[in-house]
């Protein structure tokens, strides 16, 4: 059974697992697994990690935890909440007929960002020109109907994670930086920024 557990709940002989391990740096190959020393318990302390999700039928348990089918329904309870409630941003195009251009904007927003990763794991260079242009487009579908980008950053694909969290990181940033009236040179950068926060 996975459940999430406060760090200070950790202990050695729990199995982690790689559910919601962002924390783990993305070049080890190592996200799962037996935690055998208290050196690593530390270790993981130390990078500000608040909970951790464990397997309990891989290792040892603890009554301080919550299972991940609860975290998932409180989680979705709060997002429904949150898209209840109006936002500043009022639509200009329908749901419909934005969402297929947001879809567009999204998969060419995760392939982007997926080749510039690539590019440079291997070195190569980086040529930052078409992120600007999908960074504007990004901020015109937001503008258009705020609802249609944001309803695809609820999507999860577990080997998408790093793709998926940049690109909803910059539709989060948008959102964030019209509703505080950012100027729009500031509002494109902190996009482009967001986009590319993992490099």
């Known amino acids: 059974m996975i459940k999430r557990i406060p760090i200070s ?8 697992t790689d559910l919601n391990n962002d924390w783990i740096p993305h070049n080890s ?16 302390r130390r990078m500000g990690v608040t909970f951790v ?4 039928s891989k290792g040892l ?7 991940a089918a609860e975290v998932d329904r409180r989680n979705e309870a709060a997002l429904q909440q949150a ?50 242009q ?10 258009r109907n705020a609802n249609a980008l944001s309803c695809l950053g609820r999507i999860r694909e577990k080997d998408n994670y790093l793709l998926e969290h940049s690109v909803n990181l910059s539709v989060l940033m948008s959102l964030f ?15 482009v920024g967001a986009l590319l926060h993992d490099l």
Do not use: C, W
């Not at 999700?53 to 309990?56: E, K, W």
């Open 134 to 143: 999908l960074a504007d487009e990004l901020q015109n579908s937001v503008l």
């Open 61 to 67: 348990d603890t009554q301080d935890s919550e299972t």
């Open 29 to 44: 190959q190592r996200k799962h697994g037996v935690i055998k020393k208290e050196e690593t318990i530390e270790k993981i």
């Open 83 to 132: 898209g209840e409630q109006t936002h500043g941003l009022r639509a200009h195009v329908p749901m419909e007929e934005e969402l297929v251009v947001a879809q567009r904007i999204h998969n060419q927003a995760q392939g982007l960002v997926g080749s510039f990763l690539n590019n440079v794991k291997i070195g190569g260079a980086v040529d930052v020109a078409p992120i600007h």
């Open 177 to 191: 930086g019209n509703y505080r009236s950012l100027p729009a040179d500031v509002l494109h950068q902190t996009v």
């Open 9 to 16: 709940a950790l202990s050695v002989g729990m199995y982690i």
């Open 53 to 56: 999700y464990i397997d309990a």
